[in-house]
Nanobody
Framework: QVQLVESGGGLVQAGGSLRLSCAASGSIFSINGMGWYRQAPGKERELVADITSGGRINYADSVKGRFTISRDNAENTVYLQMNSVKPDDTAVYYC??????????????WGQGTQVTVSS
């Protein structure tokens, strides 16, 4: 079993910054992709950014130039640095990880979500 624990959410004013962290623990041999998704009220969950184990990164157009994703492979942790935030960034942010266990099985895990609220 694997757990993803997110931290760093909260209330921030428009134009401010916030840093999210997500640490994976448990039966982990390796992790392929890790990423951040978000879901605003009444909307579908959408990709914010993801990063492969080799460092290849993909961003949603809406956050390019403002958000930065990074990961620490040794610590099984992924980060999301959010700068110049806007009220439209308000959502529950979820961490996602594609984990390979010790017998080679691939699983897709989600964190419990952390609320980010941007005030105008």
């Amino acid at each position: 079993q694997v757990q993803l624990v997110e931290s760093g959410g909260g209330l921030v004013q428009a134009g401010g910054s916030l840093r999210l962290s997500c640490a994976a623990s448990g039966s982990i041999f390796s992790i392929n992709g890790m990423g951040w998704y978000r879901q605003a009220p009444g909307k579908e969950r959408e990709l914010v950014a993801d990063i492969t184990s080799g460092g290849r990164i993909n961003y949603a157009d809406s956050v390019k130039g403002r958000f930065t994703i990074s990961r620490d492979n040794a610590e099984n942790t992924v980060y999301l640095q959010m700068n110049s935030v806007k009220p439209d960034d308000t959502a529950v942010y979820y961490c996602n990880a594609d984990v390979i266990d010790y017998i080679g099985r691939l699983f897709d895990y989600w964190g419990q979500g952390t609320q980010v609220t941007v005030s105008s």
